[in-house]
C-alpha cells in the first residue's frame, strides 16, 4: 500500500456500529473483490471491495471477514482470513500480508488462512440462526460480471437452505453515509493531493495542448503523492466537449477561445476526492464565458450555505432548482413566463442543468448513504452544479467537497482555486517543464 498506516481504531468503531444493527445470534461474511483478469495472463489492478475495507482496513485479494458479536467464544466474535504466502509467491507477486500484520492493521486478533475458510465456516453455521450476505445494491449499480459476492451467496444457500439469510446492504447504506473523523482526514488527504494536480497544470495550460497530456500531468502529480491515482475515469474536456457530461475520450486538442472542464479526484487509501474546475484555454475568460461561470459560481455558494444537519434531501433539490431557474433566466437562456407555461414532469431547467447538485463521497466515488431522508452532521457530499449550453461550446460545472458539520459546512477543497479571477492569476504563472 502507498498510503500511511490507518488507526485499527477506526475499523474497530465501524465493527462495534454494525453489530447495533444485527439480529441476536448473526454471522456476517464479507468477501474481497476479485482479480480481474485480462484476456491472456494479466490482471486488472485490484481494488478492495469497499465494505470489506470499511470494517477491516485490509487491501488485498483473497480475504474472508466473519463477525459473529454473540459467539460463545471471544475469539470467533471476529474472525479474519487471508491469503497464505510462501517464499515462491513472494518471488513472482511480492508481499503478502503475515497473520500479524493483518491483526495489526485490522485490530482482530483471529487471524486464518484463506485455505481454512469452509471448516471454521462450517462450524460457526452450527450455531447462528441469521447469516448476512452482501451484495452490490447501489441504485446505480450495474454489475453483469458475476461478483465474488454473488457466488458464495449461491453456494452458501446451496449448503446451508435453512439459515435465515439477511442483506447487510441496506445497514452498510446507513452507516457508511456517516463519516468518522478518521475517513473525513483521508477524505480531506485526497482533496490535498487533488489541489495539488489542479495547481500544477493551470500553468501549463494553452490552445493545442491535448487533454490527454493534462491528464498525463495530472497523473504524475497524483502519483508521487501516495495516490493510487485517479478515483473514477478523469474527465478532460475542452470546447464542446465540456457538454458531454461524463467525456472519458480525452483525446482532442484544446481549442483557442474556448473552456477546459476538469473533472477528477485523487484516490488515497481508497477513499475518493471528487473535483470539477472550469479553465479558459487562452487564460482569459470571455464576457460570455464569465457570465455563465459566475451564475455556477454563485449556485454552488448558496447550496452550500443551504447545507445543515436536519434539511431534507428533498427540501434542498426543490431549492437548487428555483436557483438555477433563477440563473439560466439571469442568462437569458428561458423566461418566468416559460416557467409558468412548461408542461408538468419536462421542467425547463433540465435542458441546461441534467444531473443531480450532490450525492455523498468516501470509498466510494457515489458513496453509499440516505438520499431520501434528511442531512446529518458528518456526512460528507459533493457540491456541482452545472449550466451546459451546446449551441455556445459552453459547458461548466464546478464541484466541491464538503462535510456537513452542527454549524454549516467544512469545504475540504476550499483551497482548491476557484474564483474566475484567481484561475486566471493562476493561468499566467511561468513555470518549467
Known amino acids: 500500500m502507498r498510503y500511511q498506516h490507518i488507526d485499527p481504531n477506526l475499523f474497530i468503531q465501524n465493527r462495534k456500529k454494525l453489530a447495533m444493527h444485527l439480529q441476536p445470534n448473526s454471522l456476517v461474511v464479507l468477501q474481497s473483490n476479485d ?39 471471544t475469539e470467533w466474535q471476529a474472525i479474519l482470513f487471508i491469503k497464505e504466502t510462501d517464499a515462491t509467491l513472494a518471488i513472482w507477486e511480492g508481499h503478502k500480508y503475515s497473520q500479524e500484520e493483518a491483526s495489526s492493521m485490522s485490530g482482530i486478533t483471529t487471524i486464518y488462512w484463506t485455505s481454512q475458510f469452509n471448516q471454521i465456516f462450517h462450524t460457526l453455521m452450527g450455531l447462528v ?15 453483469p460480471v458475476e461478483t465474488r459476492d ?29 463519516k468518522e473523523e478518521a475517513e473525513i482526514g483521508l477524505i480531506q488527504e485526497a482533496c490535498h493531493i487533488t489541489e495539488a494536480g489542479f495547481r500544477s497544470i493551470l500553468p501549463r495550460i494553452h490552445a493545442g495542448l491535448m487533454e490527454y497530456e493534462i491528464e498525463g500531468r495530472l497523473a504524475y502529480e ?15 474536456a475542452s470546447g464542446a466537449n465540456s ?50 461561470y459566475n451564475a455556477v459560481l454563485r449556485i454552488l455558494q448558496s447550496a452550500q450555505v443551504l447545507l445543515r444537519p436536519g434539511l431534507s434531501f428533498g427540501d434542498y433539490n426543490q431549492a437548487i432548482i428555483a436557483l438555477v431557474e433563477s440563473e439560466l433566466i439571469g442568462l ?40 431520501h431522508g434528511t442531512m446529518v452532521a458528518n456526512m460528507v457530499l459533493t457540491i456541482e452544479p452545472g449550466i451546459y449550453i451546446k449551441e455556445e461550446n459552453i459547458g461548466i460545472r464546478i464541484e466541491n467537497n464538503v462535510v456537513i458539520r452542527s454549524n454549516g459546512v467544512q469545504n475540504l477543497t476550499e483551497n482548491i482555486p476557484i474564483e474566475a479571477e484567481e484561475i486566471e492569476e493562476l493561468m499566467h504563472i511561468k513555470v518549467k517543464g
Open 129 to 143: 440462526d441469521y447469516i448476512y450476505l452482501n451484495a452490490n445494491e447501489h441504485v446505480r449499480a450495474n454489475t
Open 332 to 371: 437569458k437562456l428561458i423566461n418566468a413566463k416559460d416557467i409558468k407555461n412548461q408542461p408538468k414532469g419536462m421542467p425547463l431547467y433540465k435542458k441546461y442543468f441534467m444531473h443531480g447538485i450532490s450525492h455523498h463521497l468516501g470509498l466510494s466515488t457515489h458513496d453509499l448513504g440516505d438520499v
Open 150 to 178: 454473488k457466488r458464495f451467496i449461491s453456494w452458501c444457500k446451496a449448503h446451508y437452505p435453512l439459515h435465515q439469510y439477511a442483506r447487510i446492504a441496506p445497514i452498510m447504506q446507513k452507516l457508511r453515509g456517516i
Open 243 to 292: 457538454c458531454i457530461l461524463h467525456y472519458i475520450n480525452n483525446n482532442k486538442a484544446c481549442p483557442a477561445g474556448e473552456l477546459l472542464l476538469i473533472d477528477v479526484g485523487a484516490e488515497y487509501a481508497n477513499y475518493s476526492a471528487d473535483v470539477t474546475r472550469v479553465i479558459p484555454i487562452d487564460g482569459k475568460f470571455t464576457t460570455r464565458q464569465r457570465q455563465v
Open 35 to 73: 482479480l480481474m483478469p485480462k484476456n491472456t495472463d494479466g490482471t486488472m489492478p485490484f481494488v478492495q471491495n469497499s465494505d470489506l475495507f470499511y470494517l477491516s482496513g485490509l487491501d488485498q485479494e483473497e480475504t474472508i471477514l466473519l463477525l459473529y458479536p454473540d459467539a460463545i467464544k
Open 222 to 236: 497524483f502519483i508521487r503523492r501516495g495516490s493510487r491515482g485517479f478515483a473514477y475515469s478523469p474527465i478532460v
